[in-house]
């Protein structure tokens, strides 16, 4: 006997299809948001949760449709296949006359065609199967608020979220989270670098912690002492503030046959001769990044030459400023390590060939240890990337020109000579204006006036944001921004 149209199925169940629509807009309204934003709804902001209270009224609307429809022509299968549209474009309307609603096509797509798929699949599938479906599709949903939340630190100590926020942009959502890590004591500068899964971080005054960028939670220390020791200028100075310009610049890792190599950027004040460096040190760590490895210490790397008198000018008053210090470390190729160093507010040493400051510094490693000059006249480099074998870097400007520049070997830079900003309440640079100054000078790919007050930068590889694949992001310390520079054909488009 064959049963066809109605016939075929059994009367639905009022208690079978309730459970089915609640766990299916569960599932609308949270599976979107945490597989495209990678936060659930309770983490959204409130320019961004009307976009989830839209999607789970047209998966309703949807509904209704689907049942008013269905009762009007008959049990049809296909029938979603536009009461599911109907209800989402409607969703999305009403959600469009929000004033200061942050909207997201790629949530409003992928909300359609899942809510979609539910309506389809409740008509494939029966009242017999919704009870099942109906827990599976909920125990889903809920996993995206359960794996969100933080777990136990195997330090004891947990890590608190200080913020958690989604941002939609044109392209990418982004979820933005400020952690607090208890063994940092947020000392300005520090760094961080990734050793293969895992994240190894150095806050200012050089605590080390190692943890997993998706468990945060899970952090430990590194129970190894920085080369640095302030107490010595500030007992020359007798005064903080210089002390706290002392610090841990940046970070880099890499892996050899034992564990790990661990490298720092640092100043070093020489308090028998009352001045200063830059400092490249080096430490040797376990496979686990736990602690040194046996009889393991601190070595010099590269320090920088003069040693930067204390004392300057003929009053002999202390002078330093190690906030202009640069310091950004990346690896060029395996076993080659570029550093910035900054000119520390002296601009004659930038354009000095006998001193290593406003001077980024190639060191190879591979046999021993060759440092030379790979580029000059630049005056604080806060960022720097190496992608494709195109080394990129950030350096603030005085009073305005920060700058963006793809660094040559051997190029000049022109700081010291030149800058598109001014002197501080000037309306000129001296000590001369002109742009450029000297035919050798390389003017900067990109510069931001005012300035942003940049800092470090990386390329966007990857899958994770595949239409921003080749841009840069680029921190700025002033506008507390992650700003978004699209480059064609080696220029910058827009940011």
């Not at 590269?302 to 008198?309: A, R």
Request: aromatic residues 8%; proline residues 6%; glycine residues 12%.
């Amino acid at each position: 006997m064959t049963r066809t149209g109605t016939e075929a199925h059994a009367p639905a169940t009022p208690v079978s299809r309730s459970l089915w629509v609640l766990a299916s807009l569960g599932a609308v309204v949270f599976l979107p948001v945490w597989f495209y934003l990678g936060a659930a709804p309770t983490s959204l902001s409130a320019r961004e949760l009307p976009l989830v209270l839209a999607m789970g009224l047209g998966y309703l609307l949807a509904v209704v449709l689907s049942q008013i429809a269905g009762g009007r022509a008959g049990d049809r299968a296909w029938m979603p296949l536009w009461t599911g549209p109907a209800g989402f474009v409607t969703g999305y309307a009403l959600m469009m006359m929000v004033p200061g609603v942050q909207a997201s096509r790629a949530v409003v797509v992928i909300s359609t065609l899942l809510g979609t798929c539910f309506l389809l699949v409740d008509r494939i599938i029966g009242p017999r199967g919704r009870f099942a479906a109906s827990a599976f599709v909920a125990a889903v949903a809920v996993s995206s608020v359960v794996v969100d939340r933080p777990g136990a630190s195997i330090s004891g100590t947990p890590v608190g979220v200080e913020a958690s926020d989604v941002r939609l942009t044109g392209l990418h959502g982004l979820r933005l989270t400020t952690f607090a890590v208890p063994h940092l004591d947020g000392r300005n500068g520090g760094g961080l670098a990734r050793a293969d899964s895992l994240l190894v971080i150095a806050d200012g005054s050089g605590d080390l912690v190692v943890l997993h960028p998706g468990a945060p939670e899970a952090w430990r220390a590194i129970a190894v002492e920085t080369p640095m020791d302030i107490e010595p200028m500030r007992a020359a100075a007798g005064r903080d503030d210089h002390a706290a310009r002392m610090r841990v610049m940046d970070l880099a890792v890499r892996r050899d046959e034992e564990g790990w190599e661990l490298y720092l950027s640092h100043h070093v004040f020489h308090a028998t001769r009352m001045c200063f460096t830059v400092r490249l040190s080096r430490v040797r760590l376990q496979p686990a990044l736990a602690a040194a490895r046996a009889g393991e210490s601190w070595e010099t790397v590269f320090e920088t030459d003069p040693c930067i008198s204390y004392l300057l000018g003929d009053r002999r008053r202390p002078f330093f400023r190690g906030n202009e210090s640069g310091g950004r470390l990346a690896w060029m190729e395996p076993g080659v390590l570029l550093l910035t160093v900054g000119d520390h507010m002296l601009p004659a040493f930038a354009r000095d060939a006998s001193t290593d400051y406003g001077k980024t510094i190639r060191i190879d490693l591979r046999n021993g240890v060759e440092a030379r000059h790979f580029t000059s006249g630049h005056r604080n480099p806060q960022g720097l990337t190496v992608a494709d074998g195109v080394v990129w870097a950030t350096e603030h400007g005085p009073q305005g020109g920060d700058e963006l520049n793809r660094l040559v070997d051997e190029a000049d830079y022109g700081w010291g000579r030149t800058s598109l900003g001014t002197d501080y309440g000037a309306f000129t640079f001296t000590p001369s204006d002109r742009v450029p100054p000297d035919p050798g000078a390389r003017e900067p790919l990109h510069a931001w006036m005012p300035s942003l007050g940049v800092a470090d930068l990386i390329v966007v590889e990857g899958r994770g944001f595949h239409r921003w694949r080749g841009d840069l992001l680029i921190a700025s310390l002033k506008a507390g921004q992650l700003r978004r520079v699209r480059l064609r054909d080696g220029r910058v488009v827009y940011d």
